[in-house]
């Protein structure tokens, strides 16, 4: 959905306040720049820029003073909002993958990473319409917004997962509402204390089909009852193994965490499983 390419530099406010002072942090005639990120430190800035003459938008790092700036990505698709990570690698949405959306077929956006001097790009989402806005979150994890047409049709929850791209899950978003550019509140909240309640309506062992909601009871507040509904058909390890093959994996493994009989607990240790008892 980053669509803009509108011309524009980056400015600073100094103060912040109403009658804070504003001054040019770049000078470019005819660029466009856009999704300023600030480092941990305060002392380097990442944005997104088609520079003058340009026809592909990369990430840059530049001072807050208008000094050191330098190009971080380069190649061809489309780089936008720039995020720095805790180990000094940098996530950036791209559309260098060179997919279709599957709604508007247009070339769709991805969370990618790299190292700070732009080596060693991995993409790390894998969504058929457009994932962005990445936010980091005060436990590790990074937000972001993901286009979606599961359900009603161009609808904007957020999502979250590892900067590596593991533990990819839905975070929030009822079919109702959309987000975008999610910031946490200072004490890392996203939403006020609610309890979530999952409630599994059917099921159907023949063709495996899913019928569940989840409600939010919100302290203080509303109740909000079926906030997500989930009307699916589960599929089967054989199943996602054969359409992983099929699509052009290497290979397919199942991993299980282990688990401590004794102190009926879950270990933290995954384990390759070629069977999986019970027990297991």
Not at 247 to 275: C, I, M, N, P
Request: glycine share 8%.
């Amino acid at each position: 959905l980053n669509r803009t390419w509108a011309e524009g530099n980056l400015y600073k406010l100094s103060p912040i306040s109403p009658d804070g002072i504003v001054t040019p942090i770049t000078n470019f005639t005819g660029a466009s720049i856009s999704d300023p990120s600030v480092s941990f430190d305060g002392r380097t800035i990442l944005f997104s820029m088609r520079p003058p003459g340009g026809t592909n938008r990369n990430i840059y790092e530049i001072r807050p003073d208008g000094t050191g700036l330098r190009q971080v990505t380069s190649g061809g698709g489309h780089d936008f909002d720039p995020l720095y990570l805790p180990d000094g690698r940098i996530m950036f949405t791209s559309s260098r993958a060179g997919e279709m959306d599957e709604y508007n077929h247009a070339r769709a956006e991805h969370l990618h990473t790299c190292d700070a001097d732009g080596a060693n790009i991995e993409r790390v989402s894998f969504n058929q319409s457009d994932d962005f806005d990445p936010t980091m979150m005060a436990d590790g994890r990074v937000m972001f917004t993901r286009w979606e047409h599961f359900g009603t049709m161009n609808r904007f929850p957020l999502f979250s997962t590892n900067p590596d791209g593991s533990g990819t899950f839905h975070l929030y978003g009822p079919h109702s509402r959309n987000f975008f550019h999610p910031t946490p509140t200072p004490d890392g909240r996203m939403l006020p204390p609610f309890t979530y309640v999952w409630e599994q309506k059917s099921f159907n062992a023949l063709d495996r089909r899913l019928l569940a909601y989840i409600h939010f009871e919100i302290k203080d507040g509303p109740r909000m009852p079926r906030a997500f509904v989930y009307d699916w058909r589960m599929w089967t390890l054989r199943e996602l193994q054969e359409a992983a093959l099929e699509a052009g994996f290497r290979d397919f493994e199942v991993y299980s965490e282990g688990w401590d009989a004794q102190a009926r607990t879950h270990t933290g240790t995954l384990h390759k499983r070629a069977k999986l008892d019970n027990e297991d």
